[in-house]
């Protein structure tokens, strides 16, 4: 890649964002630009909003995309009508960002070919596997892969051929391997597509799957995109990573607090996006965040429709002054284990650390004390049966319960000396809420307060109000 080291920037565009790609055509893409100042840019973008929950799973509900379906089929073709509605709704998405009908029908084009190739790799594969010999479990990782790069590789070619129609010299940078032969790490996937790109004279639009002999899937699902985005970001010296979303980094949800009461938060570090991701509130996925952090390039948060806003800047630097700068919630579960003859017994803790990773259950937080350990996880209550049912019989005497909760949280850089946990229980009490546990650990960055679910949304308000609308130091900060 020829471009001026630190010059450019690499800027990733979700899913939801993308699918208003065109209004981001007149803003954020070109806007005001013109000439050298339209370039310099390398765009990492996402599928269209909804496109992988088609093809992988719906996220939230878990409903069978194209994935789940041909995992479920034994030998059926089932899965077939679930690839026709990606066909139909990848169609529809180009369709409404795409004007010229040249433009359209090439995207068209490109989407039949695609989901073609993949429907003939399907059927390949099943085909393959009623041999005795061949185990289609053993290809699903690679399965899930080949799906993911579809929503991608489709939203960068259509918003290559958008920009082109409008002068911009756009150039698809295509990461999935369709069609590739032979494996390459996700460095060479990357320098090798890169290569002869030049950013400085034309607007790379990269796809946000990347194909690679790691298998991004195994270890970050469906966080991929922005572990290609951070890497692409290092690997070619960028001066900023910039991630474009449909709302500013605030001191908590507008729609719970109120527009005229939250904060932008301008600047903020790595330490706090860790603990916004560990609470399901993800400015970036921690291990890109470690990637733009041991790189040396800032990353910066920013409304994708106020392109003339800054956004929130993020990086290694500490704090100027103490202040809370997010209060934000997530509901989850508590489960517990008790035994009275725990104290002074090893192994307990090992044990059940041991089992909710064997059946991948998240854990946000933990406490424990002389005979009980309290582990807050984010899981479904069917997966927790099955810890529950492990547990109870390596332990047939302990006491093992899941209770549905939430987990609001204050989070900042530097939070020493605002005695945010008595504060915070204060003023829940001064509402009429009640915590049900709260812990705050010696380095000041969270707080972190266990309550009701029917209650998360009042407490988020309530610790809002006191800790940041209340304190004139985060306000004065945040101004």
């Known amino acids: 890649?020829?471009?001026?080291?630190?010059?450019?920037?690499?800027?990733?565009?979700?899913?939801?964002?993308?699918?208003?790609?065109?209004?981001?055509r007149d803003t954020l893409l070109i806007g005001s630009r013109s000439g050298a100042d339209l370039y310099n840019r390398i765009f990492v973008v996402s599928a269209f909003g909804?496109?992988?929950?088609?093809?992988?799973?719906?996220?939230?509900?878990?409903?069978?995309g194209v994935y789940a379906s041909f995992a479920q089929s034994d030998s059926g073709y089932g899965w077939h009508d679930a690839l026709d509605r990606v066909e139909t709704r990848m169609i529809a998405a180009h369709n409404k960002v795409l004007d010229h009908p040249a433009d359209?029908?090439?995207?068209?084009?490109?989407?039949?070919?695609?989901?073609?190739?993949?429907?003939?790799?399907?059927?390949?594969?099943?085909r393959l596997c009623s041999y005795g010999h061949?185990?289609?479990?053993?290809?699903?990782?690679?399965?899930?892969?080949?799906?993911?790069?579809?929503?991608?590789?489709?939203?960068?070619?259509?918003?290559?051929?958008?920009?082109?129609?409008?002068?911009?010299?756009?150039?698809?940078?295509?990461?999935?391997?369709?069609?590739?032969?032979g494996e390459v790490s996700l460095d060479e996937r990357i320098q090798g597509a890169m290569n002869g790109v030049d950013p400085a004279s034309e607007?790379?639009?990269?796809?946000?799957?990347?194909?690679?002999?790691?298998?991004?899937?195994?270890?970050?699902?469906?966080?991929?995109?922005?572990?290609?985005?951070?890497?692409?970001?290092?690997?070619?010296?960028?001066?900023?990573?910039?991630?474009h979303k449909e709302f500013h980094l605030s001191s908590a949800d507008p729609n719970l607090v109120g527009p005229d009461a939250v904060r932008k938060l301008g600047?903020?570090?790595?330490?706090?996006?860790?603990?916004?991701?560990?609470?399901?509130?993800?400015?970036?996925?921690?291990?890109?965040?470690?990637?733009?952090?041991?790189?040396?390039?800032?990353?910066?948060?920013?409304?994708?429709?106020?392109?003339?806003?800054?956004?929130?800047?993020?990086?290694?630097?500490?704090?100027?002054?103490?202040?809370?700068?997010?209060?934000?919630g997530l509901d989850l579960f508590a489960f517990e284990l008790f035994e009275q003859d725990m104290v002074g017994v090893k192994g307990y803790d090992a044990a059940i650390i041991d089992t909710l990773t064997r059946h991948s259950v998240r854990i946000v937080s933990k406490v424990s004390n002389a005979n009980t350990i309290t582990h807050y996880v984010d899981s479904s209550l069917k997966v927790l049966r099955r810890v529950e049912k492990d547990l109870a019989e390596k332990y047939p005497s302990a006491e093992i319960s899941s209770r549905a909760i939430s987990m609001v949280a204050?989070?900042?850089?530097?939070?020493?000396?605002?005695?945010?946990?008595?504060?915070?229980?204060?003023?829940?009490?001064?509402?009429?809420?009640?915590?049900i546990g709260a812990t705050q650990g010696p380095r000041q960055v969270d707080v972190q307060f266990i309550v009701e679910r029917d209650e998360m949304k009042p407490v988020i308000r309530s610790l809002h109000g006191a800790l940041v609308q209340g304190d004139r130091k985060t306000s004065r900060r945040a101004a």
């Not at 909804?50 to 069978?64: A, F, M, P, R, V």
């Not at 920009?163 to 990461?175: I, K, P, Q, Y």
């Not at 989070?411 to 000396?417: E, S, T």
């Open 410 to 435: 204050a989070v900042g850089r530097d939070m020493d000396g605002l005695s945010v946990l008595s504060r915070g229980l204060n003023a829940l009490a001064e509402n009429g809420l009640e915590a």
């Open 50 to 64: 909804g496109i992988t929950d088609l093809l992988l799973e719906h996220k939230k509900s878990g409903e069978s």
């Open 104 to 126: 359209i029908e090439s995207a068209d084009t490109f989407v039949r070919e695609r989901i073609l190739g993949a429907r003939n790799c399907l059927i390949d594969l099943q």
């Open 267 to 328: 600047r903020t570090n790595y330490d706090v996006a860790d603990q916004l991701s560990n609470l399901g509130m993800e400015a970036i996925h921690p291990k890109a965040a470690k990637t733009l952090r041991q790189s040396g390039v800032p990353l910066r948060v920013t409304n994708a429709f106020e392109p003339e806003d800054p956004g929130t800047l993020i990086d290694d630097q500490p704090a100027e002054e103490a202040a809370v700068e997010i209060v934000t």
């Open 134 to 181: 061949f185990r289609l479990s053993q290809h699903m990782l690679q399965i899930r892969e080949l799906l993911s790069g579809l929503g991608e590789s489709h939203s960068a070619y259509a918003t290559t051929l958008m920009l082109r129609r409008a002068g911009v010299t756009a150039r698809f940078v295509d990461l999935s391997g369709w069609r590739d032969e």
């Open 203 to 243: 607007m790379p639009v990269v796809t946000g799957y990347a194909q690679c002999a790691e298998g991004l899937m195994h270890e970050f699902d469906r966080g991929y995109s922005e572990v290609t985005f951070s890497r692409l970001a290092a690997l070619t010296g960028a001066r900023e990573a910039i991630i």
């Open 1 to 24: 890649m020829n471009s001026t080291p630190n010059h450019h920037t690499v800027e990733k565009i979700g899913g939801t964002t993308m699918s208003r790609v065109n209004e981001l």
